[in-house]
T-cell receptor, first 117, second 111 residues
Framework: GAVVSQHPSWVICKSGTSVKIECRSL??????MFWYRQFPKQSLMLMAT?????????EQGVEKDKFLINHASLTLSTLTVTSAHPEDSSFYIC?????????????FGNGTRLTVT | GQQVMQIPQYQHVQEGEDFTTYCNSS?????IQWYKQRPGGHPVFLIQ?????EVKKQKRLTFQFGEAKKNSSLHITATQTTDVGTYFC???????????FGTGTLLAVQP
């Protein structure tokens, strides 16, 4: 159980375009989903916390107008990278939990490797 | 802010040797979680420790939570090539108890 599906697995886009990444919890209702970014050989950095039916909470330093998050249902959250630039190239991973983040294990999607040319 | 550091950053061992990674938090943690990320993959949950001084074993893996609940360790006995990957500890922090990941330890195992 506790399967999280993320799509697409990888995407290459041109600078200035927007990219949408989907994260779905397949067999449980995720009241909260989390979006992380991971640069090569570095740890996971939390970008934002997405709650169903409300606005996402962004971490300090993360531009909310650039990284648009929508959590329309208990099983789907989307991250849109708007006007992407090469420095946005990274590994984006979503995770989901049916309880508060710090108290229960996170189930991660397979991640999306974004390359902006 | 809260920091979670791991040492070593990188470890290269011969297959069959033991391996240990240490995790240290700047603040007391209510629990500590461990994840493994294979090269090119996503983090996979391994275990959660809650009690002070707790020790848990999963086959060749032994996890320990410090008495002060500020540090933890993961020990692998007789490493195998399948153990290759980056091991992250993570603990809740901040006002919202967001999960803060450690800096990670990359394990390389030479056959």
């Amino acid at each position: 159980g506790a399967v999280v599906s993320q799509h697409p697995s990888w995407v290459i886009c041109k600078s200035g375009t927007s990219v949408k990444i989907e994260c779905r919890s397949l067999d449980f209702q995720a009241t909260t989903m989390f979006w992380y970014r991971q640069f090569p050989k570095q740890s996971l950095m939390l970008m934002a916390t997405s709650n169903e039916g409300s606005k996402a909470t962004y971490e300090q330093g993360v531009e909310k107008d650039k990284f648009l998050i929508n959590h329309a249902s208990l099983t789907l959250s989307t991250l849109t990278v708007t006007s992407a630039h090469p420095e946005d190239s990274s590994f984006y991973i979503c995770s989901a939990s049916s309880v508060g983040q710090g108290y229960s294990p996170l189930h991660f999607g397979n991640g999306t490797r974004l390359t902006v040319t | 802010g809260q920091q979670v550091m791991q040492i070593p950053q990188y470890q290269h061992v011969q297959e069959g040797e033991d391996f240990t990674t240490y995790c240290n938090s700047s603040t007391t943690l209510s629990n500590i979680q461990w994840y493994k990320q294979r090269p090119g993959g996503h983090p996979v949950f391994l275990i959660q420790l809650v009690k002070s001084g707790e020790v848990k074993k999963q086959k060749r893996l032994t996890f320990q939570f410090g008495e002060a609940k500020k540090n933890s360790s993961l020990h692998i006995t007789a490493t195998q090539t399948t153990d290759v990957g980056t091991y992250f500890c993570a603990g809740p922090g901040g006002a919202t108890n967001k999960l803060i990941f450690g800096t990670g330890t990359l394990l390389a195992v030479q056959p």
